[in-house]
């Protein structure tokens, strides 16, 4: 009798609660409506908003269709932005170039952050290039600098070659093997760059071991950047930020050992050694004159550094990849330029990698690299976190907190002439020059102090793909209805992966 008596005072206590819950309910709601439409303002949106989690449902289930609907509200708006809210956090998506323009050149504590991922914070963590500025931002780039000097470039270009040969003559034997059948190359794709990402960055300092383990991590690191924040044991996205941790520690030993073998008197053979090179130059000089070791050059420190490179190189450059190859497939014209241009510089027989200057040379096809950037751009948004409320108009301020996407893919077909057709000319013409006339349009590699310090590295791999790519294979697409609709995975590539037929074309595959 007192069991059912308590249990009948409990289920009145709900019910005499249950009131003020909905209330409070209610209240919460009421108040989320009011403060993101007190945000919003006069641009364009959801009239209403889920609690808390606002639009992130649609976000992760189609992000194509999602990213699509933010470009179309800001561009019949005429306002060239639009406003949404994902997760507790309230956006703007900024679809007019000038007003990117904007965003990337005040990244400062008092207006700007990058931030490279809505929830990139919580896996790069704090310390990172990215989340840089001022005077310790250009002093790290000044450092960076010397990895990318021509110089380097032609040692990169030619471990950049071993590698995609080696994963080319994989694709064609699997082609062999599967008589002929067509498969999607994004993953192959993907698998070459981590490779070529490990060999030009770390070159002998990865055992087969730690490249076995580092796949696996960069692995989890990718589906964790597709996936719900939730930082709790088991779910994806602590995954990835372990998977991060261990990655950075990796290349922090990395940064160790070359050092001690750049002190030893080495030769740079990667990256890294580079790095060290200069590196160790003022690390000497500032224990010359009694000044402790400069900023930025402990081991750890640098390993995340050169996570960095390897989160902006991987899977951009498997985008670029993917809708090189699905173009020049579909522009035989283009393919055929590009053909006798490698044939007229290099020859797979010669038994010798392309030079550096024989990849200069090649203007017509350095143009296809631009224009495939330009038409696909991988990475089509540019997250940064308002760290004050910014005047972005003369009639909107984005309030504190928010995070803005400047999209550098809507950008891409803003001012060019004909912008949905894949037009290397635009490149490569001296009377169109669109690359001057409309340089502010062209925002794949970012602009102002956080512009991608790599992107000639970025253009040289896909130059040097596409040439060994076109003159070792003869290729042809599996066309299928919606097979080069733009998915992200997560830069945009085909949606069909970017399936393709491949046979060998040359008489004898290089090897050097």
């Not at 779910?235 to 998977?243: E, H, I, M, S, V």
């Not at 050169?306 to 283009?334: G, I, K, N, R, Y």
Request: net charge neutral; glycine share 6%; hydrophobic share 45%.
């Amino acid at each position: 009798m007192a069991a059912e008596s308590s249990l009948l005072s409990g289920v009145l206590d709900i019910r005499a609660a249950a009131p003020f819950v909905a209330a409070a309910v209610a209240f919460y709601f009421l108040v989320e409506q009011l403060s993101y439409h007190r945000k919003k303002g006069p641009l364009p949106g959801p009239s209403l908003v889920v609690p808390f989690l606002g639009s992130v449902a649609h976000m992760i289930r189609d992000p194509t269709a999602f990213w699509d609907a933010q470009a179309a509200r800001a561009k019949q708006s005429g306002a060239g932005l639009a406003a949404d809210f994902l997760v507790g956090r309230f956006i703007v998506f900024i679809r007019d170039s000038e007003l990117s323009h904007r965003v990337f050149a005040n990244v400062r504590p008092d207006a700007f952050h990058l931030i490279g991922h809505p929830f990139g914070k919580k896996l790069f963590g704090d310390h990172n290039l990215i989340y840089m500025f001022g005077e310790d931002h250009k002093d790290l780039r000044r450092r960076i600098a010397p990895n990318f000097t021509p110089r380097a470039l032609s040692t990169y270009a030619a471990l950049q070659q071993r590698v995609i040969l080696s994963h080319l003559r994989r694709w064609l034997d699997r082609s062999a093997a599967d008589g002929g059948r067509a498969f999607p190359i994004r993953v192959p794709c993907r698998d070459m760059n981590l490779e070529t990402s490990q060999t030009v960055f770390a070159g002998p300092y990865l055992t087969e071991e730690s490249r076995r383990r580092f796949e696996r991590d960069y692995n989890l690191f990718n589906v964790g950047l597709m996936a719900m924040p939730v930082d709790l044991p088991g779910f994806a996205f602590r995954r990835a930020r372990q998977g991060v941790a261990r990655l950075v520690r990796t290349l922090g030993e990395c940064a160790r050992q070359s050092k001690a073998r750049m002190r030893a008197g080495g030769e740079p053979e990667c990256l890294v050694d580079y790095w060290m090179q200069d590196t160790l130059r003022e690390i000497d000089e500032a224990a010359a004159a009694g000044r402790p070791p400069p900023a930025h050059t402990d081991d750890k420190e640098i390993g995340g550094f050169m996570f960095d490179f390897l989160f902006a190189a991987q899977d951009a450059s498997t985008s670029s990849l993917c809708w090189a190859v699905s173009a020049l497939d579909s522009h035989p014209e283009v393919l055929d330029r590009v053909r006798a241009e490698v044939a007229a510089a290099w020859s797979p027989e010669s038994g010798e990698p392309i030079t550096a200057e024989k990849i200069q040379g090649m203007r017509y096809t350095q143009a296809v690299a631009r224009e495939v950037v330009r038409h696909r751009p991988p990475a089509t948004l540019v997250p940064h976190i308002a760290g004050e409320a910014f005047e972005l108009t003369e009639w909107y301020t984005v309030p504190k907190g928010a995070i803005v996407f400047p999209s550098v893919y809507e950008s891409s077909f803003q001012g060019f002439p004909d912008a949905e057709a894949f037009d290397p000319e635009r490149f490569f013409s001296e009377s169109r020059r669109e690359d001057v006339a409309f340089k502010r349009n062209f925002l794949a590699f970012g602009a102002g102090p956080h512009a991608c310090v790599g992107q000639r590295y970025a253009l040289n791999h896909l130059v040097l793909f596409m040439a060994l790519f076109v003159s070792v294979v003869d290729f042809r697409r599996e066309r299928t209805p919606g097979c080069d609709d733009p998915v992200y995975m997560p830069t945009i590539v085909p949606k069909d992966g970017c399936t393709v037929y491949l046979k060998q074309r040359c008489a004898e595959f290089p090897s050097f």
